[in-house]
């Protein structure tokens, strides 16, 4: 962004919109642990511009899924949710179940990490991706049948029309996942949350699931939040980078700018050893999150302090004093609170685009919620040092 970015940049019109999701299980209740409420989810931001991609990290338990599934209007009823979600400008968030069911499927959709849980074992592919078209689009029965072949060849299955006479226990691994893609994207959603697509599959068959998404982003301009563990996935297909710690966001940047120069503690503990110098490993496994010392903190309290503190190296006191907010940390884009010293800058996610209304993620605003966000590059990959 130019100094001026303002002038340089048009607002464009986010197909999702997430504003202070909170989500909490058993508050109140006998279902939480040990009584205790479990904020799964705290005060999450962000938006997402038509044929996006924004990847969703974090390690396990920080709350993607949960995030993910409130989204989709898919909690269970031991869950408490406040904030707000727009979908194409609508509020989801306190809709019917009736209302939440027409949007799901036709407006946004989810493909799961084992499809073998989503499919219906007893019933053929075609059939399953037949009734999704049959009831959001009206066709009859050989329109739909038509209809789910092509979307066969668009998640690359070859042979469709035999596939469609098959059950899921008839196809491998990868084929289960093409379809779950099919199915999801039957009526051609505005946006589509994967959540870990790839993670039960071998390398090979990972590759090819991520270029169904690509192709799907490139032809269809569907927008995705990607959930994974998995850094090259994120390196391969994300315009931008959510960073969730302990149910906070902790860290959101264009994906090269993460790479490049990761300001959270955290991230940069995620991504040190992808990123050290020298040759690569010889190990043909996509690059995942390492180890960080110490664990994810328990979520029964929402400590007005941050939540990495007994893990960080450069934790202070008024680290645990008060909560940082996810902030603008670039010199040049932030501004400082005189009042309050916190860091003001964009809020969270917000996106720009440039005057053609060209997808945004290398535009957005690279924020941290750290009072000592690092502002230097981490180590320079052994791709650019040539070494
Ligand atoms: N139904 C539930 N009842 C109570 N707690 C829950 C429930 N579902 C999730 N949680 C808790 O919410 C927190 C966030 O879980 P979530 O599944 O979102 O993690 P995640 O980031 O997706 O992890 P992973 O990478 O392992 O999939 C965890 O502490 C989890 O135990
Ligand atoms: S706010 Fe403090 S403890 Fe938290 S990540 Fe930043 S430096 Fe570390
Ligand atoms: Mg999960």
């Keep these: 962004m130019t100094a001026t970015g303002a002038t340089t940049a048009t607002t464009t019109k986010p197909v999702l919109g997430v504003r202070d999701l909170s989500v ?19 005060g999450l931001c962000y938006e997402l511009a038509p044929g996006e991609v924004l990847a969703v990290v974090g390690e396990s338990g920080c709350g993607k899924s949960v995030s993910a599934m ?7 009823s031991t869950a408490q949710l406040s904030g707000s979600v727009t979908l194409g400008g609508r509020e989801l968030v306190g809709a019917g179940e009736k209302e939440l069911r027409r949007v799901r499927g036709k407006d946004i959709a989810m493909i799961f990490q084992e499809p073998m849980t989503s499919l219906n074992p007893v019933l053929t592919v075609g059939r399953q991706v037949g009734e999704v078209l049959r009831r959001h689009q009206g066709l009859n029965r050989r329109e739909a049948r ?27 691994g990868g084929m289960r996942q093409r379809v779950m893609i099919a199915l999801a994207v039957a009526c051609d959603p505005a946006v589509l949350i994967a959540d870990e697509p790839t993670t039960a599959l071998d390398v090979t068959v990972q590759a090819g699931i991520l270029e169904v998404l690509k192709n799907l982003r490139n032809r269809l301009g569907t927008s ?9 996935v994120v390196a391969d297909i994300a315009d931008r980078v959510l960073v969730m710690y302990a149910g906070r966001a902790v860290e959101h940047a264009p994906v090269h700018e993460l790479f490049a120069a990761p300001r959270h503690p955290y991230t940069r503990g995620l991504l040190s050893a992808v990123l050290r110098p020298g040759p ?6 996509r690059p995942r999150l390492t180890e960080i010392p110490g664990l994810v903190p328990s979520l029964d309290t929402q400590p007005d302090a941050c939540t990495f503190a007994p893990r960080c190296a450069r934790a202070d006191e ?13 010199p040049d884009d932030a501004a400082t609170d005189a009042t309050t010293g916190v860091i003001t800058g ?21 924020q941290a919620a750290c009072w000592h966000p690092h502002r230097d590059a981490l180590v320079r990959t052994h791709q650019e040092t040539g070494q």
């Excluded at 909490?24 to 705290?42: L, N, W, Y």
């Excluded at 409130?70 to 269970?76: D, E, F, I, K, W």
């Excluded at 995705?224 to 090259?232: F, K, N, Q, R, S």
């Design 146 to 172: 038509e209809r789910a072949a092509e979307l066969l060849t668009l998640v690359g299955i070859p042979a469709p029309d035999r596939r469609l006479d098959e059950y899921p226990h008839q196809l491998s």
């Design 318 to 330: 008024q680290c645990t004093a008060s909560r940082p907010l996810l902030g603008d940390t670039d």
């Design 70 to 76: 409130a989204v989709m209007g898919l909690l269970p």
């Design 224 to 232: 995705i939040v990607l959930i994974t563990h998995d850094l090259g």
């Design 346 to 366: 964009t809020p969270a996610g917000v996106i720009t685009s440039d005057t053609t209304g060209a997808p945004t993620g290398t535009h957005a605003p690279h």
């Design 24 to 42: 909490t299980f058993g508050a109140q209740a006998k279902g939480g642990r040990g009584g205790r409420p479990v904020h799964a989810v705290d």
């Design 280 to 285: 690569a490993p010889d190990n043909a496994d």
